[in-house]
């Protein structure tokens, strides 16, 4: 149905039926194509753009048009037509096709105005969807993926969908290049898996444990030498409390290296939820491109079969009515068939 300028496509139609009474006026085949035509084109009007001025005209217009296709139709000849209907019906059948085409085309996530441009737009979804494919790599284990989620409890503030991509991609492939280190993710081979660590051993859970026994250990230790001898609960005191000290600052630095790998991975999480989704975007545009690449394949399909040559032939042999057979089956206009060829 024709949504558009209303009065612009009445002024059309009206324009075109009086070149057609002069044009065909010696051809009543083509006077009963272009009545049959307009009457066609005005059923496509939407009603509720025409006021009462306008529905006066497009009633004034069906009239005359049917005026026409009633002469047309009494001086024609049987055999002229028949040829005209069966034009008709091959026009009908690309029709089919082109009405696919548009319809596809709408839906499209931009807008194209040749075959050249959404051939490169196609190239450039294609080069992007195969990034981003490359972009998260393998999939995290199902340990990794626990740890994940405890994390994401223990910081729900963190949401890389609610921050700029930019931010998020970037920080998140420096995240994943930080995390090539000592506790490196790594790629199970029997599971094509990576799996992420917070920590090697010991961790700082561990080495605090170490300290709090070793510091025990000294207090049992003097406990023990201070009823023997001055000088060996003195050496076991030191010795115990410069152990504890060690183990200690130990459990220190290795719980900032904790935090700061827990932080890491988040990021790292980030970037691949980001990029996942930006997968299945790119992937569900890449699809609507294919189906319009599709649809306009099996035009071209019609257009080299018998029936599309045929329609075609007539097309080159009586190019003054191949514009009235568009607009009586639909389909592309002549302009956008042309572009689409």
Avoid: C
Wanted: proline share 4%; hydrophobic share 45%.
């Amino acid at each position: 149905m024709f949504r558009g300028d209303a009065t612009s496509e009445i002024a059309r139609l009206e324009r075109g039926l009086r070149d057609a009474q002069e044009r065909f006026l010696h051809a009543p085949g083509g006077l009963w194509l272009a009545a049959s035509a307009t009457l066609e084109a005005i059923t496509r009007l939407d009603p509720t753009l025409l006021d009462q001025a306008l529905r006066d005209r497009v009633e004034r217009l069906a009239h005359d048009a049917r005026r026409m296709k009633q002469d047309g139709d009494a001086r024609a000849s049987q055999h002229e037509l028949s040829a005209l209907a069966e034009w008709v019906e091959l026009a009908r059948h690309r029709a089919a096709h082109e009405e696919l085409f548009v319809g596809a085309a709408a839906a499209a996530p931009r807008r194209f105005t040749s075959r050249g441009e959404l051939a490169e737009l196609i190239d450039a979804e294609q080069r992007a969807l195969e990034s981003l494919a490359r972009d998260p790599g393998p999939p995290l284990s199902t340990a990794t993926e626990a740890l994940v989620a405890t994390l994401r409890a223990h910081y729900p503030e963190y949401d890389p969908h609610a921050l700029p991509d930019e931010l998020v991609l970037a920080r998140g492939r420096e995240a994943q290049r930080e995390l090539l280190g000592p506790a490196a993710p790594r790629k199970d081979q029997r599971t094509d898996t990576t799996t992420w660590r917070v920590s090697t051993f010991p961790t700082s859970n561990v080495l605090l444990g170490a300290a709090m026994l070793t510091l025990a250990l000294t207090i049992g230790a003097f406990a023990y030498f201070g009823a023997l001898g001055r000088m060996a609960a003195v050496f076991s005191v030191g010795v115990g409390l410069v152990s504890a000290g060690a183990l200690l600052g130990a459990a220190i630095v290795r719980r900032r290296a904790e935090m700061s790998r827990r932080t890491l991975l988040l990021e790292a999480w980030g970037f691949r939820a980001k990029s996942s989704r930006a997968f299945e975007q790119a992937r569900a545009k890449h699809e609507h491109w294919t189906t319009v690449a599709r649809t306009l394949g099996q035009l071209d399909a019609f257009r080299r079969s018998e029936q599309g040559v045929a329609l075609e032939a007539r097309e080159h042999r009586l190019p003054a009515l191949a514009p009235w057979v568009r607009t009586l089956v639909g389909g592309l206009d002549d302009d956008a068939a042309r572009r689409f060829e």
